[in-house]
């Protein structure tokens, strides 16, 4: 079993950045950040393939979201600039192991964190 921990949200301004970042206890062969706004269905952000490096992005948050690891560490990071009011939501790591392509899709992985909140307002 793998525990998923997020850290790193907060309040920022329009325009603003923030780094969330997630720590995971096992192996996993990709992690992703999804977010969740009220009312609405949990949406994929990024995913990152934990031994290539490869990278994926929603069409909403590319140039504006960097996600990145540190091996060692077992830690994912998802860098956000520019944020919108519309990105306001709460923020989930996801993992999984197996192999494939890692699409961002809910179904697609087994191991989840309690999420971080991120408000963008002025």
């Known amino acids: 079993q793998v525990q998923v921990v997020e850290s790193g949200g907060g309040s920022v301004q329009p325009g603003g950045s923030l780094r969330l970042s997630c720590v995971a206890s096992g192996y996993t062969y990709c992690m992703a950040w999804f977010r969740q706004a009220p009312g609405k269905e949990r949406e994929g952000v990024a995913r990152i393939l934990v031994g290539s490096g490869n990278t994926d992005y929603a069409d909403s948050v590319k140039g504006r979201f960097t996600i990145s690891q540190d091996k060692g560490k077992n830690t994912v990071y998802l860098q956000m600039y520019s944020l919108k009011p519309e990105d306001t939501a709460k923020y989930y790591c996801?993992?999984?192991?197996?192999?494939?392509?890692?699409?961002?899709?809910?179904?697609?992985?087994?191991?989840w964190g309690q999420g971080t909140q991120v408000n963008v307002s002025s």
């Open positions: 996801a993992a999984r192991g197996g192999s494939g392509s890692c699409p961002l899709s809910v179904v697609r992985y087994g191991y």
